[in-house]
C-alpha cells in the first residue's frame, strides 16, 4: 500500500536493519554488558574484567581469557546472524550456550564506537577489527597476549533519539552491575571485575571449590553473609528436572522481589511462572507485601525449554508448565519444612542493636572479627533431635490441660524439674514477661518467645494437618451460582473441576462459556462463590494454576488460627511455657507466625556479655 510518504515496497539497507536489531537487543547499556559478557562466558573465560565509564554510555570494555578470534572469524562475527553456536534450524530446539542469535556485535557497531581484539589459542599475534557507526575497518594485526578484549564507545551516538531515554549514569550503571551479579552467581569458577576506571565497583574471585560449597561461596561474595547465614539449601528432582540453589527463612524476607534470582540451565531468567510458583511456595509463611530472598537454579533437558522467545533472551517457554511449578514449589517447600523452628540471625541482630545503650564502655571486637549476633541456635540443633517428627496429642501445648497440681506446683520445684531439659534448642522456660513474652534459656543464651504468634503457627500447622488427612467438607448452596465467563476462561475452568473438587469447590459446565457452582468450601462460610470462580479463571490464565481458592483456604486457617491461640495477656505457668517450647522444636516452620514475623528471639551469652563490657 502507497500512502505517498513510505512509497514502494522495498528492502532495507544493512545499516538499518542492524539498528532495528539493536533497539530490540540493546536497548540500554545494561543490555550490551549482558551480551558481551555472555559471549565471554561462552568462550570459556576464567577471568572477565568490565570497565564502564558514565554508567556505560561513554565507555563498556570487556577482557576475557577465553578462546579468542582468528581473523576470519574476527571478520565474521560482526556480521548479522554469524555464529559459532548455532548449524541448522534444528539446533533451536535445543540451546546450550548463553548466545545464539548472532546479532549483537553487528548491533552494538551500528549505534556506537566498537573495536574488537583477539587473539585465538595457540596463535602467534592478535588482531583487532573497529566498527563505528556499521562502517568496517581491519582486521589489522594488534597486540594482546591471549582471549579477546572488546570496547563499545560512544553508546547511541549514531541514534541520538535513543540517548534520551537512557537514566542518570548512576542508574544505569546499578543496572549494569545487576546483570553481571547475575552472571557471577551462575558461574563461580569464573573470576569477575567491574570497575568505573578509578575505582573497583564489584569483585568476586574464581571459586576452587566444587558443588554446593562453591555455589555457596559465591553467593556469599555477592548477596553477603547474611543472605547465606539465613538461607537453606534446596535440592529436589523429579523427572528429568533438578532444582538446586538457596532460600532464604521466612524471618529474613524484602519488602520487594528484588533479591530474587532466578536462573534455568545457568541463564539468568525473569519468568513470571516462576515468580508465581515461588510466591505459592511461601504462601504459609508470608504476609502479601513481604518477598522471600533466594537463588534457584533450574536445571533440565535443553529440548524441554525454549529459550528462543525473546529478543533480550529473559524470558523461556517450558514443554510442562505445571512439572516445573510443581517442582519448585514441592522443593521450596520440603527445603523451609527441613528448617525446623530455625529463624533468621537478622532478628537477634536487631534485638542486640536495640538493647546496646548509646553510649557503652563495651569493647568493640577488633577490626575483621566475625561477629557472630544470635542465630547460632542452629548449631545447637545439630547436637539435639526431637525425638518425633511431631509432638504426641497428649503432650501438646494447650493450657486447659495442664493438671491443676503443676498449676499450683513451687516454683523452685518447676524449676529443679526444668533444668533437666535445659539441653533442648529452645531451653526451659524462666519466666514470663508482661505476660505475653516467655524468657527460656538453653545451654547458650538466652531465648525470648512470643507465645502468642508461637501458638498461632501451632495451631495452623495442625489444622493443615487436619485438611490433609480428612479433607476439606463442603456446603452445598440451596441456590446454585451460575458464573459467565468468556469461552476460553470457562474451558481452563472446567478442565481443573477435578482439582477445584478436592478443595470443596463444586463446579459444572452451564451451556457455553458459562459454569454453575453448586458446593463451596465449608471453611469459607459465606463466599461470593461467583467473584470467586472469575479470580480462578484469572489465575489460570495467568500463571495456569489456581492459586485463589489455595489461599483463601489457607487465610482462613490462618484467621482460625489466631483466635483459638493463646493471647498476649494471658499467664502461662512454667509447665505451660515448657510444653509450648517442646511443641515448637518439633513443628516446622514454628520460627515465624503464619505471617513471617518471627516467633522467638535468642541472644547468645556472649552476645550479652558484650552488652555489659565482659568481652
Known amino acids: 500500500m502507497d500512502d505517498g510518504k513510505s512509497g514502494r515496497i522495498h528492502l532495507l539497507d544493512e545499516q538499518t536493519v542492524n539498528q532495528i536489531a539493536a533497539g530490540e537487543v540493546v536497548e540500554r547499556p545494561a543490555s550490551a554488558v549482558k551480551e558481551l559478557v555472555e559471549n565471554a562466558l561462552d568462550a570459556g573465560a576464567h577471568h572477565i574484567d568490565v570497565v564502564l565509564r558514565e554508567g556505560g554510555k561513554a565507555l563498556i570494555s570487556v577482557t576475557d581469557d577465553g578462546i579468542g578470534m582468528s581473523p576470519e572469524e574476527l571478520g565474521m562475527a560482526v556480521e548479522r546472524h554469524a555464529t559459532?553456536?548455532?548449524?541448522?534450524?534444528?539446533?533451536?530446539?535445543?540451546?546450550?550456550?548463553?548466545?545464539?542469535?548472532?546479532?549483537?556485535?553487528?548491533?552494538?557497531?551500528?549505534?556506537?564506537?566498537?573495536?574488537?581484539?583477539?587473539?585465538?589459542?595457540?596463535?602467534?599475534?592478535?588482531?583487532?577489527?573497529?566498527?563505528?557507526?556499521?562502517?568496517?575497518t581491519g582486521?589489522?594485526?594488534?597486540?594482546?597476549?591471549?582471549?579477546?578484549?572488546?570496547?563499545?564507545?560512544?553508546?547511541?551516538?549514531?541514534?541520538?533519539?535513543?540517548?534520551?531515554?537512557?537514566k542518570?549514569?548512576?542508574?544505569?550503571?546499578?543496572?549494569?552491575?545487576?546483570?553481571?551479579?547475575?552472571?557471577?552467581?551462575?558461574?563461580?569458577?569464573?573470576?569477575?571485575?567491574?570497575?568505573?576506571?578509578?575505582?573497583?565497583?564489584?569483585?568476586?574471585?574464581?571459586?576452587?571449590?566444587?558443588?554446593?560449597?562453591?555455589?555457596?561461596?559465591?553467593?556469599g561474595d555477592i548477596l553477603g553473609r547474611a543472605f547465606t547465614d539465613n538461607a537453606v539449601?534446596?535440592?529436589?528432582?523429579?523427572?528429568?528436572?533438578?532444582?538446586?540453589?538457596?532460600?532464604?527463612?521466612?524471618?529474613?524476607?524484602?519488602?520487594?522481589?528484588?533479591?530474587?534470582?532466578?536462573?534455568?540451565?545457568?541463564?539468568?531468567?525473569?519468568?513470571?511462572?516462576?515468580?508465581?510458583?515461588?510466591?505459592?511456595?511461601?504462601?504459609?509463611?508470608?504476609?502479601?507485601?513481604?518477598?522471600?530472598?533466594?537463588?534457584?537454579?533450574?536445571?533440565?533437558?535443553?529440548?524441554?525449554?525454549?529459550?528462543?522467545?525473546?529478543?533480550?533472551?529473559?524470558?523461556?517457554?517450558?514443554?510442562?508448565?505445571?512439572?516445573?511449578?510443581?517442582?519448585?514449589?514441592?522443593?521450596l517447600r520440603h527445603a523451609l519444612g527441613a528448617a525446623g523452628h530455625r529463624a533468621s540471625t537478622s532478628v537477634s541482630q536487631a534485638a542486640l542493636g536495640a538493647a546496646r545503650p548509646a553510649y557503652s564502655p563495651v569493647t568493640r571486637p577488633a577490626y575483621g572479627e566475625k561477629p557472630v549476633l544470635g542465630g547460632g541456635f542452629h548449631d545447637a540443633a545439630r547436637t539435639w533431635q526431637a525425638p518425633t517428627s511431631s509432638v504426641p496429642e497428649q503432650s501438646r501445648f494447650d493450657p486447659e490441660t495442664i493438671p491443676v497440681s503443676a498449676r499450683h506446683e513451687p516454683v523452685t520445684q518447676e524449676q529443679e524439674r526444668a533444668a533437666q531439659i535445659e539441653d533442648y534448642p529452645l531451653g526451659t522456660a524462666r519466666g514470663q514477661l508482661h505476660e505475653t513474652y516467655i524468657m527460656a534459656q538453653n545451654a547458650d543464651g538466652i531465648v525470648i518467645v512470643d507465645q502468642h504468634a508461637a501458638h498461632e503457627r501451632l495451631v495452623y500447622e495442625r489444622m493443615k494437618a487436619s485438611l490433609e488427612k480428612s479433607g476439606v467438607a463442603r456446603?452445598?448452596?440451596?441456590?446454585?451460582?451460575?458464573?459467565?465467563?468468556?469461552?476460553?476462561?470457562?474451558?481452563?475452568?472446567?478442565?481443573?473441576?477435578?482439582?477445584?473438587?478436592?478443595?470443596?469447590?463444586?463446579?459444572?459446565?452451564?451451556?457455553?462459556?458459562?459454569?454453575?457452582?453448586?458446593?463451596?468450601?465449608?471453611?469459607l462460610g459465606k463466599v461470593d462463590s461467583v467473584r470467586l470462580v472469575r479470580d480462578l479463571a484469572d489465575d489460570l490464565a495467568e500463571l495456569d494454576q489456581g492459586l485463589t481458592l489455595k489461599e483463601r483456604l489457607e487465610e482462613v486457617c490462618a484467621t482460625m488460627a489466631c483466635h483459638g491461640s493463646v493471647r498476649a495477656g494471658r499467664r502461662l505457668t512454667l509447665d505451660e511455657m515448657n510444653a509450648l517450647l517442646r511443641e515448637m522444636e518439633a513443628t516446622p516452620h514454628s520460627g515465624q507466625c503464619n505471617h513471617g514475623r518471627p516467633t522467638y528471639v535468642e541472644l547468645k551469652l556472649r552476645d550479652v556479655e558484650r552488652l555489659f563490657g565482659r568481652r
Do not use: C
Open 233 to 331: 539449601a534446596v535440592d529436589a528432582v523429579r523427572d528429568d528436572l533438578r532444582l538446586k540453589g538457596f532460600a532464604g527463612l521466612p524471618t529474613y524476607s524484602r519488602g520487594n522481589a528484588q533479591q530474587q534470582y532466578l536462573f534455568v540451565n545457568g541463564r539468568p531468567v525473569k519468568d513470571r511462572l516462576l515468580v508465581g510458583a515461588v510466591r505459592g511456595a511461601y504462601a504459609d509463611f508470608l504476609a502479601r507485601d513481604r518477598h522471600p530472598v533466594l537463588v534457584l537454579f533450574l536445571e533440565l533437558d535443553p529440548h524441554a525449554v525454549d529459550v528462543n522467545v525473546h529478543p533480550a533472551k529473559a524470558e523461556v517457554r517450558f514443554r510442562d508448565q505445571g512439572l516445573v511449578r510443581g517442582l519448585i514449589v514441592s522443593g
Open 475 to 523: 456446603q452445598m448452596l440451596l441456590l446454585p451460582d451460575v458464573v459467565e465467563l468468556d469461552p476460553d476462561a470457562a474451558s481452563r475452568v472446567l478442565a481443573r473441576v477435578e482439582e477445584f473438587a478436592e478443595l470443596g469447590l463444586v463446579l459444572e459446565p452451564f451451556g457455553d462459556g458459562a459454569v454453575v457452582v453448586r458446593e463451596v468450601p465449608a471453611l
Open 168 to 219: 542518570a549514569d548512576r542508574t544505569e550503571q546499578s543496572n549494569a552491575l545487576d546483570i553481571i551479579k547475575r552472571l557471577a552467581m551462575a558461574h563461580p569458577h569464573v573470576a569477575f571485575s567491574v570497575s568505573d576506571g578509578d575505582r573497583v565497583l564489584f569483585r568476586a574471585e574464581r571459586v576452587l571449590s566444587t558443588g554446593d560449597d562453591a555455589q555457596k561461596a559465591r553467593l
Open 139 to 166: 582486521p589489522l594485526p594488534a597486540a594482546l597476549s591471549g582471549g579477546t578484549r572488546i570496547e563499545v564507545r560512544d553508546l547511541f551516538y549514531a541514534t541520538p533519539a535513543r540517548l534520551k531515554f537512557l
Open 84 to 136: 559459532s553456536k548455532l548449524r541448522s534450524a534444528e539446533d533451536l530446539n535445543a540451546i546450550g550456550t548463553l548466545g545464539f542469535r548472532g546479532e549483537a556485535l553487528p548491533s552494538i557497531g551500528s549505534v556506537s564506537r566498537l573495536s574488537i581484539t583477539s587473539r585465538a589459542k595457540g596463535a602467534d599475534e592478535a588482531w583487532a577489527l573497529k566498527v563505528d557507526a556499521g562502517a568496517k
